[in-house]
């Protein structure tokens, strides 16, 4: 009888570890996490397409800042036959930690089949 009594006080003993646990992990404050990468870069890219009437062909950097997001994307300014001579540029795109859109600037402008000479930009 005396270890059936043990086994049992042993069972209400875990069961209220396991209910104080519980209730501890739903009274912890989530850390609010913003948006996912590919949230932003998805948003960054239509808030710029929106903007300056270009689409954007792709995102050439991209980091998260204390401010919030930091992108460089490639847009095709202006079309022209053969597509090798259609004049790209990269813009500089700054949004908050929510992901919308606080800023940008073109950094420069070159043609599509032109390769790059400035060491990396």
Known sequence: MTNTKKTSE?????????????????????????PKPMEVLREARAQLAE???MTAESV???EQTEE???????????ERVPDTMSLMASYQ??????GQLTGYRRVRRYERGRADSRGGR
């Open 10 to 34: 042993s069972h209400d003993s875990q069961r209220g570890s396991r209910e104080s646990q519980n209730s501890h992990e739903s009274h912890t404050p989530q850390k609010s996490q913003g």
């Open 51 to 53: 903007l300056t009437g």
């Open 60 to 62: 050439s950097s991209f």
């Open 68 to 78: 919030g997001w930091a992108l460089e994307v490639e847009v095709l300014e202006l």
């Open 93 to 98: 795109v700054e949004l908050d930690a929510e």
